[in-house]
């Protein structure tokens, strides 16, 4: 997944948004949150989180179960 293909936008953007920084607050948590995950939870890229969700659904499986079958 290192290929990217940019497209053009469906419609002109008008203005877009604008992120005021000076009413914002830094929020550390969201860092300390990134850094106390195991290193397998932690993803550098969006391609690196994708890889790993795709891995994952591919390694997965399913089946039917009868529900008098289940036991709680």
Do not use: C
């Amino acid at each position: 997944m290192n290929t990217m293909q940019i497209l053009e936008p469906a419609r002109p953007v008008r203005g877009g948004y604008k992120v005021d920084v000076s009413r914002g607050a830094r929020n550390g948590r969201v860092s300390s949150e990134w850094f106390n995950r195991p290193d397998d939870e932690r993803y550098l890229s969006l391609d690196d989180l994708w890889a790993s969700v795709k891995a994952r659904s591919e390694r997965s499986t399913s089946r039917i179960v009868e529900t008098a079958k289940i036991h709680v």
